[in-house]
């Protein structure tokens, strides 16, 4: 992840260049790709509103996505998939606008898409694909 993740102002390459202290000094648009791998990942992300990249969140643990509250925009493809744990959504209730793809795949105890209410636009040949969940 990048540094700005974890509370920098400032990141040149991996490196924090600006001043660091946890998610009140992070900017509000994460510089991605993200791959989020745990809770720890997301409690970094709680002021961030806009991801300029591709959002990944496969085979974790995670059973919830709070800490996303205030992703409102996700410039570049969303990917849930084989997320044994996960069983809401609703971490993602201020997603409104994703630029690519959305991918909810395999995330077998995943009950509804409940979170997704605000999701109102994917733009341009762009798809919202739901595959291979056996619990909705």
Same mark, same amino acid.
Request: glycine share 10%.
């Given at each position: 992840? *990048?540094?700005?993740?974890? @509370?920098?102002?400032?990141?040149? =390459?991996? #490196?924090?260049?600006?001043?660091? @202290? ?29 991801? =300029? @990249? =591709?959002?990944?969140?496969? *085979? ?16 570049? /493809?969303?990917?849930?998939?084989? /997320? ?9 209730? *201020? ?11 395999? /995330? ?8 997704? @209410? ?10 919202? #694909? ?7």
């Amino acid at each position: 992840m *990048s540094c700005c993740n974890s @509370g920098c102002t400032a990141c040149t =390459d991996s #490196k924090c260049t600006g001043t660091s @202290g946890g998610t009140p000094n992070q900017n509000t648009i994460f510089q991605g790709p993200l791959t989020i791998t745990n809770s720890a990942d997301i409690q970094t992300l709680t002021s961030v509103t806009e991801i =300029d @990249g =591709d959002v990944t969140i496969n *085979s974790t643990a995670l059973s919830s996505l709070q800490g996303l509250n205030n992703v409102v925009t996700i410039d570049g /493809n969303l990917s849930i998939q084989s /997320n044994g744990s996960l069983t809401t959504l609703s971490g993602l209730n *201020s997603l409104a606008h994703v630029t690519k793809n959305v991918t909810i795949n395999s /995330n077998n105890v995943l009950t509804s898409l409940t979170g997704l @209410g605000n999701l109102t636009a994917i733009d341009g040949s762009s798809r919202f #694909k739901v595959t291979g969940r056996s619990a909705m």
